[in-house]
């Protein structure tokens, strides 16, 4: 199996506060995970790859201090929305990529984001 | 993939017929491929995948068919089904890229019964 969850499923928080969300793959192992946003009706943009012991590499535009993200074991990545605003409200999806497979990458359920 | 606009393209089908998905991608360098689906509020699900080194491959009810020369991908569904009902993303990445997938922009598909 490959299966990803994400925790929590949807958060509402008010403007300024800290939000932190979970990824985990629950049968395998992810040196690599992915840490996607999606706006309704749009596709999949990738944020930032979470290394395993090491620092995630943001995309273009990206703020890493904004975005903090912690990959503190094999099998879990935490993104933390560091004081949220209304456009971060988004849905936030994470992947994971299985240690000796190069591509295929296994998506979590997703969270839903709302900052009032 | 190309990621564009705020208007996901729709396909609607009658149940039981065939539908094809098309996607286009950009990058020339591009080596794997894959399709998944992604339904209302919930993550992308897994469909079919496929190597540049092959031009066709086939699943259990779909088959994703590869043309370099255009940088064309399409997904075949056989008998359509209200469950298929979703939206369809297609997604490239390149081996010298970190492999990091790069998304379409998507394409949703209605089953009328």
């Known amino acids: 199996g490959a299966v990803v969850s994400q925790h929590p499923s949807r958060v509402i928080c008010k403007s300024g506060t800290s939000v932190k969300i979970e990824c985990r793959s629950l049968?395998?192992?992810?040196?690599?995970m992915f840490w996607y946003r999606q706006f309704p009706k749009q596709s999949l943009m990738l944020m930032a790859t979470?290394?395993?012991?090491?620092?995630?590499?943001?995309e273009q535009g990206v703020e890493k201090d904004k975005f903090l993200i912690n990959h503190a074991s094999l099998t879990l990545s935490t993104l933390t929305v560091t004081s949220a605003h209304p456009e971060d409200s988004s849905f936030y999806i994470c992947?994971?990529?299985?240690?000796?497979?190069?591509?295929?990458?296994?998506f979590g359920p997703g969270t839903r984001l709302l900052v009032l | 993939g190309e990621s564009v606009g705020l208007h996901l393209p729709t396909l609607s089908v009658q149940e039981g017929d065939n539908s094809i998905i098309n996607c286009a991608y950009s990058?020339?360098?591009?080596?794997?491929f894959i399709w998944y689906k992604q339904e209302s509020g919930k993550g992308p699900q897994f469909i079919i995948d496929?190597?540049?080194?092959?031009d066709k491959r086939q699943g259990q009810r779909v088959t994703v068919l590869l043309n370099k020369t255009v940088k064309h991908l399409s997904l075949q569904i056989a008998a359509t089904q209200p469950g298929d009902s979703a939206v369809y993303f297609c997604?490239?990445?390149?081996?010298?890229?970190?492999?990091?997938?790069?998304f379409g922009t998507g394409t949703q598909l209605k089953v009328e019964l």
């Open positions: 997604a490239d990445s390149r081996g010298g890229g970190g492999n990091k997938l790069t």
């Open positions: 992947s994971a990529r299985k240690d000796g497979r190069k591509e295929t990458q296994y």
């Open positions: 990058n020339s360098a591009s080596d794997y």
């Open positions: 049968d395998f192992q992810a040196t690599t």
């Open positions: 979470s290394n395993e012991g090491s620092k995630a590499t943001y």
């Open positions: 496929i190597r540049s080194n092959m």
